[in-house]
Nanobody, 120 residues
Framework: HVQLVESGGGSVQTGGSLSLSCTFS????????KAWFRQAPGKERAVVAL???????TYEDSVKGRFIISKGDAERTLYLQMNNLQPDDTANYIC???????????????WGQGTQVTVS
């Protein structure tokens, strides 16, 4: 069983920064997709930042220029640097990993429990 554990959540002032980390119990090099999702009250869980095996990245429009997703050594860690945080960024942040479908879309098989980020 693969475990993903997030850390770094907390409360921050509007305009502040926060860094999230996700540690994998095993090397997830075989997972093409690694991503940060978030789920806010009244909203569905949605991906906010994605990084592929080749380290290319994709961001949800609202976080472009503010968030940076990156990977650590040996595909054991995933990070999310969050800058200029806004109240709308308040959510539970979850890391995930998985492969890609025939159409190229990501299919996430491994999920963390999440870490709460509150911006006010």
């Amino acid at each position: 069983h693969v475990q993903l554990v997030e850390s770094g959540g907390g409360s921050v002032q509007t305009g502040g920064s926060l860094s999230l980390s996700c540690t994998f119990s095993v090397d997830l090099y075989t997972s093409s997709c690694k991503a940060w999702f978030r789920q806010a009250p009244g909203k569905e869980r949605a991906v906010v930042a994605l990084i592929l095996r080749d380290s290319s990245t994709t961001y949800e429009d609202s976080v472009k220029g503010r968030f940076i997703i990156s990977k650590g050594d040996a595909e054991r860690t995933l990070y999310l640097q969050m800058n200029n945080l806004q109240p709308d960024d308040t959510a539970n942040y979850i890391c995930a990993a998985g492969g890609r479908s025939y159409g190229g879309s990501c299919r996430y098989a491994n999920w963390g429990q999440g870490t709460q980020v509150t911006v006010s």
